[in-house]
């Protein structure tokens, strides 16, 4: 079955960095569409960034320029760097894949959301 695994949380203080990574199996990767998403304690979950099976990328605006989303669909592993970190990035973040067709796009996935959902790993930010 469609498996996807978050790792890399962890403690940093303001200003640092982290590496998340996601490792999928279980189905064809480069067709599906792939997003980091967020969900800080008390607040409801929000979109991170996006990235398409041919490396198209879009960020939400309070992470554009800080955080950068990347694939290797030959080893089906999503990673996100988050650089210049803040207290309110802190939260857990979870991993998720939408089909997206031959050409693994994220219309369908912005449309009407992802289908498949790793466990999260938590990221917590001290200033």
């Known amino acids: 079955q469609k498996q996807l695994v978050e790792s890399g949380g962890g403690s940093v203080q303001a200003g640092g960095s982290l590496s998340l990574r996601c490792a999928a199996s279980?189905?064809?990767?480069?067709?599906?569409?792939m997003a980091w998403f967020r969900q800080a304690p008390g607040k409801e979950r929000e979109g991170v960034a996006l990235i398409a099976g041919d490396g198209s990328t879009s960020y939400a605006d309070s992470v554009k320029d800080r955080f950068t989303i990347s694939r290797d669909n030959a080893k089906a592993t999503l990673t996100l760097q988050m650089n210049s970190l803040k207290p309110e990035d802190t939260a857990t973040y979870y991993c998720?894949?939408?089909?997206?067709?031959?050409?693994?796009?994220?219309?369908?996935?912005?449309?009407?959301?992802?289908?498949?959902w790793g466990k999260g790993t938590l990221v917590t930010i001290s200033s």
């Open positions: 998720a894949a939408e089909w997206g067709g031959s050409g693994g796009g994220c219309a369908s996935a912005r449309a009407g959301g992802m289908s498949y």
């Open positions: 279980g189905y064809n990767y480069r067709l599906y569409c």
